[in-house]
Protein backbone atom coordinates (compact mmCIF):
# COMPACT_ATOMS: atom_id res chain seq x y z
CA UNK A 1 0.00 0.00 0.00
CA UNK A 2 1.47 3.46 -0.47
CA UNK A 3 2.68 5.33 1.93
CA UNK A 4 -0.03 8.69 1.06
CA UNK A 5 -2.63 6.11 2.56
CA UNK A 6 -1.23 4.24 5.11
CA UNK A 7 -2.18 5.84 7.99
CA UNK A 8 1.06 7.80 8.71
CA UNK A 9 1.85 10.53 11.09
CA UNK A 10 2.00 13.30 8.57
CA UNK A 11 -0.68 14.89 6.60
CA UNK A 12 -0.19 14.46 2.68
CA UNK A 13 -1.98 17.43 1.02
CA UNK A 14 -3.71 16.25 -1.96
CA UNK A 15 -3.56 12.56 -1.87
CA UNK A 16 -6.38 10.39 -0.11
CA UNK A 17 -5.60 8.91 3.00
CA UNK A 18 -7.24 6.34 5.32
CA UNK A 19 -7.45 7.13 9.37
CA UNK A 20 -5.13 4.61 11.60
CA UNK A 21 -4.90 1.39 11.50
CA UNK A 22 -5.52 0.77 14.99
CA UNK A 23 -9.15 1.50 14.01
CA UNK A 24 -10.20 -1.38 13.37
CA UNK A 25 -8.70 -3.21 17.12
CA UNK A 26 -11.14 -0.32 18.15
CA UNK A 27 -14.01 -1.93 16.72
CA UNK A 28 -12.78 -5.53 17.60
CA UNK A 29 -12.49 -4.08 21.46
CA UNK A 30 -16.35 -2.16 20.91
CA UNK A 31 -17.87 -5.85 19.78
CA UNK A 32 -16.31 -7.39 23.03
CA UNK A 33 -18.08 -4.81 25.09
CA UNK A 34 -21.29 -5.22 23.20
CA UNK A 35 -21.19 -9.19 23.19
CA UNK A 36 -21.23 -9.07 27.07
CA UNK A 37 -25.07 -8.88 27.97
CA UNK A 38 -26.25 -10.97 24.75
CA UNK A 39 -23.78 -13.58 25.80
CA UNK A 40 -24.98 -13.81 29.23
CA UNK A 41 -28.39 -13.42 28.55
CA UNK A 42 -28.06 -16.62 26.27
CA UNK A 43 -26.05 -18.56 28.74
CA UNK A 44 -28.30 -17.83 31.98
CA UNK A 45 -31.53 -18.85 29.98
CA UNK A 46 -30.25 -21.73 28.30
CA UNK A 47 -30.31 -24.08 31.35
CA UNK A 48 -26.85 -26.20 31.63
CA UNK A 49 -25.89 -25.72 28.01
CA UNK A 50 -25.62 -22.19 28.59
CA UNK A 51 -21.68 -21.88 28.43
CA UNK A 52 -21.51 -24.05 25.51
CA UNK A 53 -23.84 -21.59 23.71
CA UNK A 54 -23.01 -18.31 24.98
CA UNK A 55 -18.97 -18.74 23.83
CA UNK A 56 -19.44 -18.91 20.09
CA UNK A 57 -22.00 -16.60 20.09
CA UNK A 58 -19.94 -14.23 21.87
CA UNK A 59 -16.55 -14.56 20.11
CA UNK A 60 -19.12 -14.44 16.46
CA UNK A 61 -20.56 -11.15 18.08
CA UNK A 62 -16.73 -9.89 18.36
CA UNK A 63 -15.39 -11.55 14.71
CA UNK A 64 -18.11 -9.40 12.83
CA UNK A 65 -17.25 -6.27 15.08
CA UNK A 66 -14.15 -6.81 13.77
CA UNK A 67 -14.74 -7.60 10.05
CA UNK A 68 -17.25 -4.70 9.84
CA UNK A 69 -14.61 -2.76 11.55
CA UNK A 70 -11.95 -3.23 8.61
CA UNK A 71 -14.40 -3.04 5.99
CA UNK A 72 -15.88 0.48 7.15
CA UNK A 73 -11.71 1.33 7.67
CA UNK A 74 -11.03 0.40 4.51
CA UNK A 75 -13.54 2.11 2.54
CA UNK A 76 -12.69 5.59 4.65
CA UNK A 77 -10.95 8.01 3.40
CA UNK A 78 -9.89 11.58 3.77
CA UNK A 79 -8.00 14.15 1.72
CA UNK A 80 -6.38 17.23 2.70
CA UNK A 81 -7.06 20.11 -0.31
CA UNK A 82 -5.55 23.13 -0.59
CA UNK A 83 -8.93 24.86 0.12
CA UNK A 84 -11.03 22.22 2.12
CA UNK A 85 -11.30 19.10 3.76
CA UNK A 86 -12.85 15.73 2.14
CA UNK A 87 -14.19 12.50 3.76
CA UNK A 88 -15.07 9.73 1.05
CA UNK A 89 -16.92 6.62 2.63
CA UNK A 90 -19.55 3.63 2.45
CA UNK A 91 -19.36 0.28 1.33
CA UNK A 92 -22.36 -0.40 -0.45
CA UNK A 93 -23.28 2.80 -1.73
CA UNK A 94 -20.55 5.97 -1.31
CA UNK A 95 -20.99 9.27 0.05
CA UNK A 96 -18.15 12.00 -0.27
CA UNK A 97 -18.49 15.69 1.98
CA UNK A 98 -16.05 18.63 1.58
CA UNK A 99 -16.04 21.20 4.22
CA UNK A 100 -14.19 24.42 2.94
CA UNK A 101 -11.01 25.38 5.92
CA UNK A 102 -13.22 28.65 5.65
CA UNK A 103 -16.47 27.43 6.76
CA UNK A 104 -14.92 25.02 9.82
CA UNK A 105 -15.28 27.34 13.19
CA UNK A 106 -13.68 24.75 15.21
CA UNK A 107 -11.55 21.27 15.36
CA UNK A 108 -11.41 19.23 18.23
CA UNK A 109 -9.81 16.33 19.58
CA UNK A 110 -12.19 13.68 21.78
CA UNK A 111 -10.49 10.38 23.50
CA UNK A 112 -13.33 7.90 24.12
CA UNK A 113 -12.25 5.11 26.56
CA UNK A 114 -11.43 2.27 24.06
CA UNK A 115 -9.71 4.30 21.60
CA UNK A 116 -7.65 5.97 24.22
CA UNK A 117 -5.89 2.71 25.57
CA UNK A 118 -4.72 2.33 21.63
CA UNK A 119 -3.49 6.22 21.75
CA UNK A 120 -6.36 6.80 19.11
CA UNK A 121 -8.34 9.94 19.32
CA UNK A 122 -11.56 11.32 16.72
CA UNK A 123 -11.10 14.28 15.00
CA UNK A 124 -14.24 16.87 14.65
CA UNK A 125 -14.82 19.43 12.80
CA UNK A 126 -17.83 21.87 13.30
CA UNK A 127 -18.99 24.61 10.96
CA UNK A 128 -22.04 25.76 13.59
CA UNK A 129 -24.49 24.86 10.29
CA UNK A 130 -27.58 23.20 12.21
CA UNK A 131 -25.56 23.32 15.48
CA UNK A 132 -23.69 19.79 15.05
CA UNK A 133 -20.25 18.09 14.07
CA UNK A 134 -20.71 18.33 10.13
CA UNK A 135 -17.67 16.05 10.02
CA UNK A 136 -15.78 13.38 11.89
CA UNK A 137 -12.46 11.48 11.44
CA UNK A 138 -12.46 8.36 13.81
CA UNK A 139 -9.31 7.44 14.32
CA UNK A 140 -5.98 9.21 14.38
CA UNK A 141 -3.09 8.95 16.42
CA UNK A 142 -3.17 12.10 18.91
CA UNK A 143 0.21 13.51 16.91
CA UNK A 144 -1.36 13.13 13.51
CA UNK A 145 -5.09 14.22 15.13
CA UNK A 146 -2.87 17.43 16.43
CA UNK A 147 -0.82 18.07 13.11
CA UNK A 148 -4.36 18.52 11.00
CA UNK A 149 -5.94 20.26 13.74
CA UNK A 150 -2.64 22.78 13.02
CA UNK A 151 -2.55 22.61 9.44
CA UNK A 152 -6.72 23.00 9.01
CA UNK A 153 -6.43 25.90 11.35
CA UNK A 154 -2.93 27.56 8.93
CA UNK A 155 -5.11 27.26 5.95
CA UNK A 156 -8.50 28.70 7.46
CA UNK A 157 -6.91 31.76 8.49
CA UNK A 158 -4.46 32.11 5.20
CA UNK A 159 -1.03 31.59 7.19
CA UNK A 160 1.51 29.33 5.61
CA UNK A 161 1.20 25.86 6.32
CA UNK A 162 3.79 23.15 6.48
CA UNK A 163 2.98 20.46 4.12
CA UNK A 164 5.76 17.93 5.16
CA UNK A 165 7.70 17.08 8.36
CA UNK A 166 12.01 17.24 7.91
CA UNK A 167 14.24 14.29 7.64
CA UNK A 168 14.47 13.31 10.92
CA UNK A 169 10.79 13.28 11.91
CA UNK A 170 10.53 16.18 13.55
CA UNK A 171 7.63 19.18 13.19
CA UNK A 172 8.06 22.96 13.93
CA UNK A 173 7.41 23.80 17.21
CA UNK A 174 3.73 24.36 18.40
CA UNK A 175 3.27 27.14 19.37
CA UNK A 176 0.39 25.76 21.70
CA UNK A 177 2.57 24.01 23.23
CA UNK A 178 5.28 26.25 23.89
CA UNK A 179 3.65 29.59 24.94
CA UNK A 180 0.91 27.99 26.82
CA UNK A 181 -0.25 30.21 29.76
CA UNK A 182 -2.45 28.06 32.50
CA UNK A 183 -5.73 30.32 32.99
CA UNK A 184 -7.90 28.21 35.40
CA UNK A 185 -7.44 24.70 36.76
CA UNK A 186 -9.20 21.93 38.82
CA UNK A 187 -7.53 19.83 40.97
CA UNK A 188 -9.18 16.76 42.83
CA UNK A 189 -10.07 18.94 45.94
CA UNK A 190 -11.77 21.53 43.85
CA UNK A 191 -13.40 18.38 41.70
CA UNK A 192 -14.38 16.81 45.31
CA UNK A 193 -16.34 20.18 46.40
CA UNK A 194 -17.82 20.77 42.71
CA UNK A 195 -19.00 17.39 43.04
CA UNK A 196 -20.66 18.21 46.88
CA UNK A 197 -22.89 20.66 44.64
CA UNK A 198 -23.56 17.96 41.90
CA UNK A 199 -26.29 15.97 43.83
CA UNK A 200 -28.02 13.35 41.54
CA UNK A 201 -30.66 10.84 41.86
CA UNK A 202 -29.96 9.48 38.70
CA UNK A 203 -29.03 6.53 40.47
CA UNK A 204 -32.58 5.43 41.69
CA UNK A 205 -33.95 5.91 38.39
CA UNK A 206 -31.98 3.37 37.39
CA UNK A 207 -32.38 1.33 40.32
CA UNK A 208 -36.02 1.46 40.11
CA UNK A 209 -35.39 0.93 36.41
CA UNK A 210 -34.10 -2.82 37.52
CA UNK A 211 -36.14 -3.69 39.99
CA UNK A 212 -39.12 -3.86 37.13
CA UNK A 213 -37.07 -6.85 36.44
CA UNK A 214 -36.31 -8.63 39.91
CA UNK A 215 -38.97 -11.29 39.32
CA UNK A 216 -36.61 -12.93 36.54
CA UNK A 217 -34.34 -13.96 39.24
CA UNK A 218 -36.62 -14.30 42.86
CA UNK A 219 -39.77 -14.87 43.21
CA UNK A 220 -41.53 -11.42 43.49
CA UNK A 221 -43.76 -8.93 41.38
CA UNK A 222 -42.73 -5.17 41.84
CA UNK A 223 -46.16 -4.66 40.43
CA UNK A 224 -48.35 -6.79 42.80
CA UNK A 225 -49.98 -3.56 44.71
CA UNK A 226 -52.48 -6.62 46.96
CA UNK A 227 -48.82 -8.39 47.98
CA UNK A 228 -47.64 -5.41 48.95
CA UNK A 229 -50.70 -4.40 51.52
CA UNK A 230 -50.55 -8.19 52.54
CA UNK A 231 -47.29 -7.65 53.49
CA UNK A 232 -47.53 -4.63 55.25
CA UNK A 233 -50.91 -6.20 57.17
CA UNK A 234 -48.79 -9.25 58.14
CA UNK A 235 -46.15 -7.32 59.48
CA UNK A 236 -48.31 -4.26 61.26
CA UNK A 237 -47.79 -5.82 64.93
CA UNK A 238 -44.21 -5.76 64.26
CA UNK A 239 -43.89 -2.31 62.76
CA UNK A 240 -46.51 -0.97 66.00
CA UNK A 241 -44.09 -2.41 68.85
CA UNK A 242 -41.04 -0.54 66.98
CA UNK A 243 -40.28 2.50 69.33
CA UNK A 244 -41.37 5.89 67.83
CA UNK A 245 -37.56 7.26 68.41
CA UNK A 246 -36.16 3.81 66.41
CA UNK A 247 -39.18 5.10 63.59
CA UNK A 248 -37.01 8.66 63.96
CA UNK A 249 -33.90 6.83 63.54
CA UNK A 250 -35.01 4.98 60.69
CA UNK A 251 -36.39 8.16 58.69
CA UNK A 252 -33.50 10.24 59.11
CA UNK A 253 -30.88 7.52 58.21
CA UNK A 254 -32.96 7.05 54.88
CA UNK A 255 -33.08 10.91 54.77
CA UNK A 256 -28.96 10.49 54.88
CA UNK A 257 -28.77 7.69 52.97
CA UNK A 258 -30.23 9.15 49.92
CA UNK A 259 -27.77 12.30 50.25
CA UNK A 260 -25.16 10.36 50.35
CA UNK A 261 -26.11 8.37 47.73
CA UNK A 262 -27.33 11.24 45.94
CA UNK A 263 -23.78 13.21 46.42
CA UNK A 264 -22.10 9.94 45.20
CA UNK A 265 -23.79 9.72 42.28
CA UNK A 266 -22.95 13.54 41.20
CA UNK A 267 -19.16 13.17 42.37
CA UNK A 268 -18.70 10.34 40.07
CA UNK A 269 -20.01 12.70 37.27
CA UNK A 270 -17.97 15.34 37.80
CA UNK A 271 -14.78 13.55 38.20
CA UNK A 272 -15.55 11.45 34.82
CA UNK A 273 -15.99 14.17 33.17
CA UNK A 274 -13.56 17.31 34.74
CA UNK A 275 -10.68 15.04 35.30
CA UNK A 276 -7.41 16.78 34.35
CA UNK A 277 -9.29 20.09 33.71
CA UNK A 278 -6.88 22.75 31.99
CA UNK A 279 -7.82 26.01 30.53
CA UNK A 280 -4.79 27.76 28.94
CA UNK A 281 -4.34 30.54 26.57
CA UNK A 282 -1.95 29.61 23.81
CA UNK A 283 -0.71 31.40 21.06
CA UNK A 284 -4.26 30.15 18.85
CA UNK A 285 -6.32 30.66 21.41
CA UNK A 286 -8.03 29.16 24.38
CA UNK A 287 -7.37 25.29 24.81
CA UNK A 288 -9.25 23.04 26.94
CA UNK A 289 -8.61 19.41 28.04
CA UNK A 290 -10.64 17.09 30.51
CA UNK A 291 -12.04 13.78 31.26
CA UNK A 292 -11.26 10.70 32.96
CA UNK A 293 -13.05 8.23 30.17
CA UNK A 294 -13.66 10.71 27.20
CA UNK A 295 -10.88 12.93 26.84
CA UNK A 296 -11.33 16.30 24.77
CA UNK A 297 -9.15 18.81 23.71
CA UNK A 298 -10.71 22.12 22.29
CA UNK A 299 -8.68 25.01 20.64
CA UNK A 300 -11.12 27.82 20.43
CA UNK A 301 -9.58 31.54 18.56
CA UNK A 302 -10.37 34.23 20.73
CA UNK A 303 -11.55 36.27 18.24
CA UNK A 304 -14.41 33.56 17.63
CA UNK A 305 -15.72 34.25 20.79
CA UNK A 306 -19.34 35.38 20.33
CA UNK A 307 -20.40 36.30 23.99
CA UNK A 308 -19.90 35.22 27.54
CA UNK A 309 -22.04 33.89 29.99
CA UNK A 310 -21.74 33.35 33.83
CA UNK A 311 -24.15 31.66 35.90
CA UNK A 312 -24.86 29.54 39.16
CA UNK A 313 -27.32 27.49 41.22
CA UNK A 314 -29.53 28.58 44.10
CA UNK A 315 -27.00 26.62 46.48
CA UNK A 316 -23.59 26.50 44.88
CA UNK A 317 -24.30 30.93 44.51
CA UNK A 318 -24.86 31.00 48.65
CA UNK A 319 -20.78 30.04 48.80
CA UNK A 320 -19.96 31.72 45.71
CA UNK A 321 -19.10 29.60 42.84
CA UNK A 322 -20.08 30.67 39.45
CA UNK A 323 -20.01 28.91 35.77
CA UNK A 324 -18.40 30.76 32.74
CA UNK A 325 -19.13 29.42 29.29
CA UNK A 326 -18.41 30.88 25.79
CA UNK A 327 -20.88 31.22 22.70
CA UNK A 328 -19.51 30.75 19.31
CA UNK A 329 -20.91 28.67 16.25
CA UNK A 330 -19.02 25.65 17.56
CA UNK A 331 -20.63 23.18 19.82
CA UNK A 332 -19.26 21.36 23.52
CA UNK A 333 -20.39 17.72 23.61
CA UNK A 334 -23.98 18.55 22.30
CA UNK A 335 -24.33 21.75 24.00
CA UNK A 336 -24.30 25.17 21.83
CA UNK A 337 -21.67 26.94 24.25
CA UNK A 338 -18.26 26.14 25.61
CA UNK A 339 -18.05 25.73 29.10
CA UNK A 340 -14.95 27.25 30.44
CA UNK A 341 -14.64 27.44 33.80
CA UNK A 342 -17.50 24.89 35.16
CA UNK A 343 -16.67 25.80 38.56
CA UNK A 344 -15.12 28.87 39.86
CA UNK A 345 -15.24 31.77 42.21
CA UNK A 346 -15.75 34.98 40.58
CA UNK A 347 -11.80 36.68 40.89
CA UNK A 348 -10.93 33.57 38.89
CA UNK A 349 -13.65 34.01 36.27
CA UNK A 350 -12.67 38.05 35.17
CA UNK A 351 -9.29 37.40 33.89
CA UNK A 352 -10.37 34.67 31.49
CA UNK A 353 -13.59 36.88 30.88
CA UNK A 354 -10.59 39.80 30.00
CA UNK A 355 -8.52 38.15 28.13
CA UNK A 356 -11.44 36.76 25.76
CA UNK A 357 -11.87 40.81 25.39
CA UNK A 358 -14.66 41.49 27.80
CA UNK A 359 -14.94 43.32 30.65
CA UNK A 360 -17.22 42.27 33.69
CA UNK A 361 -19.56 45.36 35.25
CA UNK A 362 -18.77 47.08 38.15
CA UNK A 363 -19.59 49.97 40.29
CA UNK A 364 -19.85 52.77 37.82
CA UNK A 365 -22.10 50.66 35.40
CA UNK A 366 -25.23 52.18 34.18
CA UNK A 367 -28.01 49.77 34.67
CA UNK A 368 -31.56 50.17 33.11
CA UNK A 369 -33.79 47.94 35.43
CA UNK A 370 -37.09 46.20 33.81
CA UNK A 371 -40.32 47.90 33.56
CA UNK A 372 -42.41 47.40 37.25
CA UNK A 373 -45.17 47.17 35.06
CA UNK A 374 -43.94 43.71 32.81
CA UNK A 375 -42.99 41.94 36.32
CA UNK A 376 -46.61 42.96 37.84
CA UNK A 377 -48.13 41.84 34.69
CA UNK A 378 -45.86 38.60 34.62
CA UNK A 379 -46.97 38.26 38.64
CA UNK A 380 -50.60 38.83 37.93
CA UNK A 381 -50.62 35.91 35.15
CA UNK A 382 -48.44 33.40 37.28
CA UNK A 383 -51.44 34.23 40.17
CA UNK A 384 -54.22 33.20 37.32
CA UNK A 385 -53.04 30.07 36.47
CA UNK A 386 -52.41 28.83 40.24
CA UNK A 387 -55.56 30.13 40.92
CA UNK A 388 -57.26 27.98 38.12
CA UNK A 389 -54.85 25.15 38.90
CA UNK A 390 -56.52 25.10 42.38
CA UNK A 391 -60.10 25.17 40.99
CA UNK A 392 -59.39 22.23 38.54
CA UNK A 393 -58.06 20.22 42.08
CA UNK A 394 -60.86 21.34 44.01
CA UNK A 395 -63.03 20.12 41.67
CA UNK A 396 -61.68 16.78 41.23
CA UNK A 397 -60.92 16.38 44.78
CA UNK A 398 -64.58 17.24 46.35
CA UNK A 399 -66.09 14.38 43.56
CA UNK A 400 -63.07 11.13 44.25
CA UNK A 401 -61.36 12.35 47.63
CA UNK A 402 -62.85 15.10 49.79
CA UNK A 403 -61.04 14.04 52.54
CA UNK A 404 -58.38 15.83 51.00
CA UNK A 405 -59.81 18.59 49.41
CA UNK A 406 -58.59 21.19 51.46
CA UNK A 407 -55.15 20.45 51.27
CA UNK A 408 -54.70 19.51 48.14
CA UNK A 409 -55.86 22.75 46.82
CA UNK A 410 -53.87 24.98 49.15
CA UNK A 411 -50.65 23.72 47.46
CA UNK A 412 -51.90 25.35 44.18
CA UNK A 413 -52.64 28.77 46.02
CA UNK A 414 -49.45 28.59 48.33
CA UNK A 415 -47.38 28.16 45.15
CA UNK A 416 -48.71 30.56 43.36
CA UNK A 417 -48.35 33.41 45.83
CA UNK A 418 -44.29 32.25 46.09
CA UNK A 419 -44.14 32.49 42.19
CA UNK A 420 -45.83 35.92 42.33
CA UNK A 421 -43.90 37.53 44.97
CA UNK A 422 -40.28 35.78 43.59
CA UNK A 423 -41.25 37.62 39.82
CA UNK A 424 -42.31 40.88 41.73
CA UNK A 425 -39.01 40.53 44.17
CA UNK A 426 -36.98 40.01 40.89
CA UNK A 427 -37.06 43.44 39.81
CA UNK A 428 -34.23 44.96 41.67
CA UNK A 429 -32.08 41.93 39.84
CA UNK A 430 -33.74 41.91 35.90
CA UNK A 431 -31.52 44.61 34.53
CA UNK A 432 -28.89 45.46 31.43
CA UNK A 433 -26.59 47.91 30.45
CA UNK A 434 -24.99 49.71 27.38
CA UNK A 435 -21.13 51.04 27.00
CA UNK A 436 -19.18 51.93 24.29
CA UNK A 437 -18.19 48.63 23.10
CA UNK A 438 -20.42 45.91 24.67
CA UNK A 439 -23.76 44.76 26.15
CA UNK A 440 -24.45 43.66 29.55
CA UNK A 441 -27.65 41.72 31.04
CA UNK A 442 -27.96 40.14 34.60
CA UNK A 443 -31.25 38.50 35.92
CA UNK A 444 -32.45 35.95 38.48
CA UNK A 445 -32.92 36.38 42.48
CA UNK A 446 -31.78 32.62 43.91
CA UNK A 447 -29.72 31.75 41.07
CA UNK A 448 -28.42 35.25 39.04
CA UNK A 449 -27.20 35.07 35.63
CA UNK A 450 -25.24 37.09 33.21
CA UNK A 451 -24.45 37.52 29.98
CA UNK A 452 -22.35 39.56 28.17
CA UNK A 453 -21.94 40.35 24.43
CA UNK A 454 -20.00 42.79 21.94
CA UNK A 455 -21.72 45.20 20.52
CA UNK A 456 -19.71 44.96 16.91
CA UNK A 457 -20.63 40.93 16.61
CA UNK A 458 -24.50 41.68 17.09
CA UNK A 459 -26.18 40.35 13.50
CA UNK A 460 -29.47 42.12 14.39
CA UNK A 461 -31.64 43.82 16.70
CA UNK A 462 -35.49 43.30 17.22
CA UNK A 463 -37.63 44.93 18.91
CA UNK A 464 -40.86 42.35 19.30
CA UNK A 465 -44.17 43.67 21.74
CA UNK A 466 -47.22 41.32 22.68
CA UNK A 467 -50.78 42.42 23.47
CA UNK A 468 -50.08 43.35 27.19
CA UNK A 469 -46.45 44.78 26.15
CA UNK A 470 -48.46 47.36 23.34
CA UNK A 471 -50.70 48.69 26.46
CA UNK A 472 -48.80 48.53 28.83
CA UNK A 473 -45.42 50.13 27.00
CA UNK A 474 -42.94 47.57 26.85
CA UNK A 475 -40.92 45.22 25.14
CA UNK A 476 -38.30 42.40 24.70
CA UNK A 477 -35.15 43.00 23.15
CA UNK A 478 -34.15 40.01 20.61
CA UNK A 479 -30.13 40.69 19.69
CA UNK A 480 -28.85 38.76 16.84
CA UNK A 481 -25.88 36.56 18.05
CA UNK A 482 -24.02 33.84 16.02
CA UNK A 483 -24.10 30.53 17.99
CA UNK A 484 -26.48 31.77 20.68
CA UNK A 485 -29.55 33.87 21.69
CA UNK A 486 -29.53 36.95 23.59
CA UNK A 487 -32.90 38.56 24.68
CA UNK A 488 -33.90 41.68 27.11
CA UNK A 489 -37.13 40.75 28.33
CA UNK A 490 -39.50 43.82 30.04
CA UNK A 491 -37.36 47.15 28.45
CA UNK A 492 -39.56 49.96 28.36
CA UNK A 493 -40.29 50.60 24.71
CA UNK A 494 -38.32 54.14 24.50
CA UNK A 495 -35.41 52.55 25.95
CA UNK A 496 -35.60 49.56 23.81
CA UNK A 497 -35.36 51.77 20.92
CA UNK A 498 -32.60 53.70 22.19
CA UNK A 499 -30.53 50.37 22.54
CA UNK A 500 -31.46 49.58 19.01
CA UNK A 501 -30.41 52.43 17.72
CA UNK A 502 -26.70 52.52 19.74
CA UNK A 503 -26.31 48.82 18.37
CA UNK A 504 -27.16 49.53 15.00
CA UNK A 505 -24.96 52.87 14.83
CA UNK A 506 -21.64 50.46 16.19
CA UNK A 507 -22.36 47.47 13.28
CA UNK A 508 -23.29 50.36 10.22
CA UNK A 509 -20.15 52.05 11.07
CA UNK A 510 -17.92 48.96 10.94
CA UNK A 511 -16.64 47.70 7.50
CA UNK A 512 -16.58 43.96 8.08
CA UNK A 513 -14.03 42.87 4.72
CA UNK A 514 -11.46 44.45 7.14
CA UNK A 515 -12.18 42.67 10.56
CA UNK A 516 -9.72 39.60 9.59
CA UNK A 517 -6.77 41.83 10.04
CA UNK A 518 -8.13 42.57 13.51
CA UNK A 519 -7.99 39.54 14.88
CA UNK A 520 -6.55 38.74 18.25
Known amino acids: MNESVSGGDTPVIGQPRHTDPKTIW ?53 T ?33 FIPRLFGLAAVKFETGAGGGED ?58 TFGMFEFSLA ?22 FNALVGWVTDRGDELGAVSRTAQWIGAIGGIVTIFVI ?30 LFTRTDVVMPIHRVQGVRIGTRALRYRFGWHSLSFVSLAQDMGASNHVIAPFAKMDEIA ?7 FRLPNDDTDWHRSSVVYLLVGAIVDALIMIGLAIGVYVATSIFAPEWTMLATSIPLVLGALISIGTLLSWRFRRHALDATQIMATKGVLSPSSQIAT ?51 TIAATDFSQLESQRA
Open 26 to 78: VGAASGLQNAILPAAFIMFSSGGLGILIAAPAFFAIIAVSALFSYIAWKRLTY
Open 80 to 112: IGETDIRVESGVLSRSARSVPYERIQDVSLEQK
Open 135 to 192: LALSYLTEEAGEELRQLVRERRDGEAAPAAVSDDGQTASDPEQTEAEALFEMGPRRLF
Open 203 to 224: VFAVLAGLFQYADTFIDYDAFD
Open 262 to 291: GSLTGMVRVFTREWGFILERTARGFRRRRG
Open 351 to 357: PIVETAG
Open 455 to 505: RLKMHSVEISRGPFARLFGYATLHLGQAGGTFSIAGVPVERAREVRAKVME
